[in-house]
């Protein structure tokens, strides 16, 4: 007989019947990458979420399910549906979400990555067997939290089908757990049978949000509450969930960590927005590297001046946030936009805006050298995308149509093909020549913001729009009212 040393967890004896066996099982379990955590060992239930609102209203029902688990297994047509799709970014916080569900409920969680089954694929019955057996021997329910559903794809098509269908029988036979079959793949894709079998249903699909502008500057201040940050006057949480628009819980908290300990570093006192601003440029940009040649040092300054002028002269929703010519891992120099107001959908001419800005460096080394550097390969690339997405995506040229660019949905052919090509190329000159006519126009503010930067090599907003503001005065034009927000 195999013996199993293991100290017991004095908590199995709470919630399993069996609790000897129990002890053994999870202790099996543990081989396989799979563990059982007790709602004591959580620290946050639902209510202490921050934000999730859509998605903890959907575990509701599963939450009602676990605490009157003896009515609804009297009369299984009263039970609300158990089972959940979970898909989400890494980060997004889909573990989070169980977990807080198990500490509110007050019932344990069985955890599994499906990852596993890679390594032990002549185990899956077994283990599958094991979890449900450990499930079943809790009487007052539990959760199943079954994460990395698309590793299931790596082991085999045989036993692929195998899983799916030992999977669906342990599911339909159980009724005391809720299940969640969870994934980081961009769409959730379960066969058919899934639901045919009624092991799942199609309204208890959850897809993890983004968090909003709000969610984020709350998260923000609980991070800054929870490592306990010293930070000076110009930290805003508001600015820091601005410049955060996308990411995940778990990146911001990246940020702050990463911030707090790149302070740390650097042996200062009080974080500021500077270190904030860094740690986040590191993360897009990589670090900083060897100095350019003194050649490289100024025609960066102009390139990346260029961008500030084309955007901030073209477009009037532009807020000035910073300018470098600091040679990182993956560009020689670096221009960002303060982020405003909160966008998920863009007109033609925002996007028109953002090829201006883009093509600014490769405008302002056409004014200066009559010739372009290799700098400016990224921003053509960029250029080309965001035409592309306009109109073979988008429907936004007269020409073509509301027609899509697609293999399946759309328009395929060579003629299509070559007509968007002519039409995409045609927009590109127009949209270049119309920014080199800006960088022209404003020479003055370009050598001024030139060789402020060759100075400082780092300007922030306000820095910016200073020295605008009097090259404006000095060619006679009234300066632009003040949209920055960074104060140093």
Excluded: W
Excluded at 176 to 196: C, R, W
Excluded at 259 to 268: G, Q, S, W
Excluded at 395 to 423: H, Q, R
């Amino acid at each position: 007989m195999k013996m199993f040393h293991q100290a017991s967890n004095p908590l199995v004896g709470n919630y399993c019947k069996n609790s000897a066996k129990a002890s053994r099982d999870i202790a099996k379990l543990k081989r396989y990458y799979a563990s059982v955590t007790f709602p004591e060992q959580l620290l946050h239930g639902l209510d202490d979420l921050i934000g999730m609102e859509g998605e903890r209203e959907i575990v509701r029902d599963a939450l009602k399910f676990l605490n009157n688990i003896e009515e609804f297994q009297d009369d299984p047509l009263l039970s609300p549906h158990t089972r959940f799709l979970l898909g989400g970014a890494p980060g997004s916080g889909k573990s989070i979400l169980v977990n807080a569900l198990a500490k509110t409920a007050g019932v344990p969680l069985i955890t599994m990555s499906l990852s596993a089954f890679g390594a032990f694929p002549k185990k899956i019955k077994n283990i599958l067997d094991l979890i449900f057996g450990l499930a079943e021997s809790m009487p007052g329910g539990c959760i199943i939290l079954f994460n990395d559903y698309s590793a299931v794809e790596s082991i085999g098509a045989n036993q692929m089908m195998f899983f799916h269908n030992h999977l669906i029988s342990k599911i339909v036979k159980n009724n005391n757990s809720i299940v969640f079959l969870s994934t980081t793949a961009e769409s959730f894709k379960v066969p058919t049978f899934y639901f045919e079998a009624n092991a799942f249903s199609q309204n208890k699909t959850i897809t993890m949000q983004p968090p909003t502008l709000k969610t984020r500057e709350e998260l923000i201040n609980s991070y800054f509450k929870k490592y306990q940050l010293a930070l000076a006057e110009d930290v805003s949480a508001e600015r820091l969930a601005k410049n955060t628009f996308g990411m995940y819980p778990k990146d911001i908290e990246y940020v702050v960590r990463e911030t707090m300990l790149y302070a740390a570093r650097k042996e200062h006192l009080l974080i500021s927005s500077k270190d904030f601003n860094e740690v986040m440029l590191t993360m897009v940009a990589g670090q900083m590297h060897n100095k350019l040649t003194e050649k490289e040092r100024i025609s960066t300054a102009y390139h990346e001046a260029g961008h500030v002028i084309a955007a901030y002269y073209s477009n009037p929703e532009y807020i000035l946030g910073r300018v470098e010519i600091t040679p990182r891992a993956r560009s020689l120099g670096l221009t960002q936009e303060e982020a405003g107001e909160e966008k998920y959908g863009l007109f033609k001419h925002e996007f028109e805006y953002n090829i201006i800005y883009s093509l600014g460096g490769f405008a302002a080394e056409m004014v200066i050298y009559g010739e372009t550097t290799t700098g400016t390969s990224a921003d053509l690339l960029s250029a080309n995308a965001c035409v592309a997405l306009m109109y073979q995506q988008l429907g936004m040229s007269e020409e073509l149509g509301p027609i899509v660019f697609d293999d399946e949905n759309g328009f395929c052919s060579d003629k299509f093909f070559y007509d968007s090509e002519v039409i995409m190329q045609a927009e590109l000159k127009r949209l270049q020549n119309e920014t080199i006519d800006i960088v022209k126009n404003h020479r003055t503010q370009l050598e001024a913001l030139t060789q402020e930067l060759l100075k400082h090599e780092v300007l922030l907003g306000n820095e910016i729009k200073k020295v605008l503001d009097a090259a404006d005065i000095a060619a006679g034009i009234e300066p632009k009212p003040d949209k920055t927000t960074s104060a140093t």
